[in-house]
């Protein structure tokens, strides 16, 4: 009778001690995604982008195509006390590759410089060049410095194509906005820690001739053999409180639309991108007021112009091993 009361007495603590065990063990299964990259590493990052345009002008339909290889090399310089790291990227290969109705061009640094476009040749100035960017441990970009004193140089070059001259130029006037582009879509960490099935939001500001609202929705599908698997999705959209939108007063309207989605393999331990891949499409439609006086009647669709851009990008990064730097 008293092995039976003990038994009794002991099978609620049994129970309490199971219950307590499966709620550590569902703890365990969280974990908090963080940028944790050392002080003094290094590691190699090659990026590739495909841009592919359909432009509307004033009844003219043109297409456009741009693909851009980079292989960084990326060094930690600096992590300080809050996580927040200074990495110093440098360009140590660059393909460009332009093809438009009025111009085509292409750039491989791989290429003997006899091979290279003439017009093109220019683009060479950015090997061996760097610039730094600081960011949190969770993802995000606070600042970069060094880039307008690299698109400088590279404007005073006199063997680059009017298209990246353009491009350079629109950049220095609009450094700020347009740097924090530099993180666009990789995913910024939620601030508690999530299981897989877990999601989280994120809202933020783009920069593309217009301030643009970013809704980004991130979902942590899969942990395996020391690394996650995070799947994005994004939509966006015009913000009216832009200074620019109202600046074009009533007469004009714009409408801007996207989505995007992406999937990101990362690392457990350092959150290094392991893997990344992005797909998006943007459109754009501007059409002027047509109830100003003096507008003939029917010639609405003739001073409408807009764009669709559908962009797919591929990103793999690793660790440099020691080796690898010393013979660098």
Known sequence: MRTRSVYRSALPLAVLFACVVAVVALADDKIELRLRLPAGKSYSLDAAWQWHMVRHEFGEVAEHRVSLSIGFRCDVDDVDQTGTMTLRLTCERLRLKVDTPSVAFSYDSSEAPDDTDKGAAGLGVLLGESFSARVTNRGAILEVTGLRELVERLLL????????????????????????????????????????????????????????????????????????????????????????????????????????????TLSEAEGLLLDGSVEDLRTMSVGLGFDAEGVAEGVGEELKRGFRITTTATFKGSELRRAQVAAE
């Not at 500001?205 to 999705?233: C, D, F, P």
């Open 157 to 264: 070059q006199a063997d680059i194509p009017a298209e990246v001259r353009v491009i350079g130029e629109s950049f220095l006037l609009q450094q700020d906005k347009l740097s924090a582009a530099l993180g666009k879509p990789a995913p910024v960490f939620p601030e508690e820690p999530v299981g897989v099935g877990d999601s989280w939001q994120v809202t933020s500001k783009e920069w593309e001739g217009l301030e643009l609202n970013v809704r980004s929705t991130y979902a942590l599908i899969a942990r395996k053999e020391g690394a996650v698997t995070i799947k994005g999705s994004r939509q966006v959209s015009v913000d009216p409180e832009s200074d620019v939108f109202k600046a074009m007063g009533s007469d004009v309207s714009i409408t801007v639309s996207g989505e995007g989605r992406s999937m990101w």
